[in-house]
Structure formats: structure tokens, C-alpha cells
T-cell receptor, first 114, second 109 residues
Framework: KAGVTQTPRYLIKTRGQQVTLSCSPI?????VSWYQQTPGQGLQFLFE???????NKGNFPGRFSGRQFSNSRSEMNVSTLELGDSALYLC?????????????FGPGTRLLVL | GIQVEQSPPDLILQEGANSTLRCNFS?????LQWFHQNPWGQLINLFY???GTKQNGRLSATTVATERYSLLYISSSQTTDSGVYFC???????????FGSGTRLLVRP
């Protein structure tokens, strides 16, 4: 079974632009979560989607948004990019929604904002 | 919210040595996972272990939930074990993982 895939793998943008990242979960997995990893803040939870609905959101500004499609694929969008948005963005999927579900991570999208 | 602390922050080993990584958490947990982040950034699942002991080859993990800690043991380390090891928990059924700051392991040949 294929793992979690994320596209693109690398991205360079300039301040003020917007960006869309894509995540395809493991086949049969219905829950998708997004995390941001930076050297200063470590790994932080962004949001979680299940059944095309955002179920949980981390402490990030409204410039960060996302959605989930009927096939469980998810996208996240960052508008009006800032230098501090440079990070590794990781997507994780789990079979169902629940605190005891094992989460599997994709390879990440490395975003550089200039 | 729940706090997760990992120690040591950095560890350098010679190939073939054994090591123990520790994860302390401040409250009861429903989910605890250990991950290895490879040099390309991907988080590789090692164990789902909110309690008890598991083994997978040269790696094993033990979580003592009542004392709020988990240990990851690496035996006969290899250079490919290098990377950052993260412990992550879900403590309040919030359906999100809270990560520790990681242990950076370097295994020298």
C-alpha cells in the first residue's frame, strides 16, 4: 500500500504570495492532519480534517487554511506569505478519527519564503 | 496543555553501541508514538506505544503510563540510525499530536 504523498516536495515563494500544498493519504485513511516544523518552534499542529470537515485547528493565523475532498485528499493554503512561514510542512493520515489512531506521515513539503 | 520533554537533546555514539532515549510527559496520554526523522525530513513511525513494551528488531520501547515516561532503546546502533527521534503524545483526546523537541542522534562509523 502506498504511503502518504505530498506535492510539491520543494517550493520557493516570495513574501506576499500565496501557496497551496497537497496531501494524498494512505488508501482507506479518512483523517488528514497538517503540521508545521521550524527550527525555532519544532513540530506544531496546524489542523485536522475528517469527512471533508475541519475538526480541529491549531494556534495559527487565519492566513493558514485547508480543505479536504471527498476522496480524503487534502490541501492547505497559506496566503500573504511571510518570511516566518518558511518551514517543512508535514501531512499525516490515519484510518479513522480518534486519539488512539496511529498517524502516518508523508515526506513533507519544504517551503522557502524569500 | 500537556508538556513533552525529551532527553538527551543530542547523542553521539560509535557504531555498535547501545542507547536509551527518554520521553517525559506531564499528564496521562491516549496516544504515544515514537518517530525517526530521516535526513530528508520524513517522519518514520517506530512505535505506537501508549503503554507497555514493544520490540522491533534492534529497537524496543517501553512506556510506563503511571509514571508518565517512555523509553526508546536502540541496540547495536548503525550509521543509518542517525537522525532525530521524536516522541509525540495526545493527552486530552484532542486528536492532535504534541511533539517533544527531539533527540538528535549521530552514529559514527
Amino acid at each position: 500500500k502506498a504511503g502518504v504523498t505530498q506535492t510539491p516536495r520543494y517550493l520557493i515563494k516570495t513574501r506576499g504570495q500565496q501557496v497551496t500544498l497537497s496531501c494524498s493519504p494512505i488508501s482507506g485513511h479518512r483523517s488528514v492532519s497538517w503540521y508545521q516544523q521550524t527550527p525555532g518552534q519544532g513540530l506544531q499542529f496546524l489542523f485536522e480534517y475528517f469527512s471533508e470537515t475541519q475538526r480541529n485547528k491549531g494556534n495559527f493565523p487565519g492566513r493558514f487554511s485547508g480543505r479536504q475532498f471527498s476522496n480524503s485528499r487534502s490541501e492547505m493554503n497559506v496566503s500573504t506569505l511571510e518570511l516566518g512561514d518558511s518551514a517543512l510542512y508535514l501531512c499525516a493520515s490515519s484510518q479513522q478519527r480518534g486519539p488512539q489512531e496511529t498517524q502516518y506521515f508523508g515526506p513533507g513539503t519544504r517551503l522557502l519564503v524569500l | 496543555g500537556i508538556q513533552v520533554e525529551q532527553s538527551p537533546p543530542d547523542l553521539i555514539l560509535q557504531e555498535g553501541a547501545n542507547s536509551t532515549l527518554r520521553c517525559n510527559f506531564s499528564d496521562s496520554v491516549n496516544n504515544l508514538q515514537w518517530f525517526h526523522q530521516n535526513p530528508w525530513g520524513q517522519l518514520i513511525n517506530l512505535f505506537y506505544i501508549p503503554s507497555g513494551t514493544k520490540q522491533n528488531g534492534r529497537l524496543s520501547a517501553t512506556t510506563v503510563a503511571t509514571e508518565r515516561y517512555s523509553l526508546l532503546y536502540i541496540s547495536s546502533s548503525q550509521t543509518t540510525d542517525s537522525g532525530v527521534y521524536f516522541c509525540a503524545v495526545d493527552g486530552d483526546s484532542s486528536y492532535k499530536l504534541i511533539f517533544g523537541s527531539g533527540t538528535r542522534l549521530l552514529v559514527r562509523p
